[in-house]
T-cell receptor, first 115, second 112 residues
Framework: DAGVTQSPTHLIKTRGQQVTLRCSPK?????VSWYQQALGQGPQFIFQ???????QRGNFPDRFSGHQFPNYSSELNVNALLLGDSALYLC??????????????FGSGTRLTVV | GEDVEQSLFLSVREGDSSVINCTYT??????LYWYKQEPGAGLQLLTY?????DMKQDQRLTVLLNKKDKHLSLRIADTQTGDSAIYFC????????????FGRGTSLIVHP
């Protein structure tokens, strides 16, 4: 049973560019949450998608947007990249929005470097 | 407000017990989690505890919850070099948000 799959694993972009990160949730999960983890920090919540809609959003600017597809996979888009956007971006999936008892299942992340 | 605090580093000798501590601020937390992150990897759920429990044991892991002091700890018995990683405490609130909030993580270093 595949867990959460993220692509690409690493990415280097230039300031001002746009980037799209992809996530396939664990089989049986219907909710996808995205987190940003800066070096030496804990994961910070960006937003959560359920039933193809953004349900919750953290304290991130509108440059961060997303999408969820009918098969529950999700994309994270970041426009007008800044150097400070360099981080590990983690996707987490769960069954139902609250993750029930089991918390979230995380992918290995996409390491984004903005130069 | 939502805040989770952890000490940043812990160094132990192989075979000893490790105790990683966490404090949280919201008394309405429902679930409290411990995640492990190895270098270059995502977060792996180790264990969780309901807020109406005081203790949970799972093989080498023991979680203790002191609701009065809003203090959570993770004890790893017989710590091995493979336990070297960053450990994150996370809480989830009953107040409408389904989103776990993470601490900054404790880096556990196990030396021979």
């Amino acid at each position: 049973d595949a867990g959460v799959t993220q692509s690409p694993t690493h990415l280097i972009k230039t300031r001002g560019q746009q980037v799209t990160l992809r996530c396939s949730p664990k089989s049986g999960h219907d909710t996808v949450s995205w987190y940003q983890q800066a070096l030496g920090q804990g994961p910070q919540f960006i937003f959560q998608y359920y039933e193809e809609e953004e349900r919750q959003r953290g304290n991130f600017p509108d440059r961060f947007s997303g999408h969820q597809f009918p098969n529950y996979s999700s994309e994270l888009n970041v426009n007008a990249l800044l150097l400070g956007d360099s981080a590990l971006y983690l996707c987490a999936s769960s069954l139902n929005r609250d993750g029930s008892n089991y918390g979230y299942t995380f992918g290995s992340g996409t390491r984004l470097t903005v130069v | 407000g939502e805040d989770v605090e952890q000490s940043l580093f812990l160094s132990v000798r192989e075979g000893d017990s490790s105790v990683i501590n966490c404090t949280y601020t919201d008394s309405s937390s429902t679930y409290l989690y411990w995640y492990k992150q190895e270098p270059g990897a995502g977060l792996q759920l180790l264990t969780y505890i309901f807020s109406n429990m005081d203790m949970k044991q799972d093989q080498r892991l023991t979680v203790l919850l002191n609701k009065k002091d809003k203090h959570l700890s993770l004890r790893i018995a017989d710590t091995q070099t493979g336990d070297s990683a960053i450990y994150f405490c996370a809480e989830k609130f009953a107040g409408g948000s389904y989103i776990p909030t993470f601490g900054r993580g404790t880096s556990l270093i196990v030396h021979p």
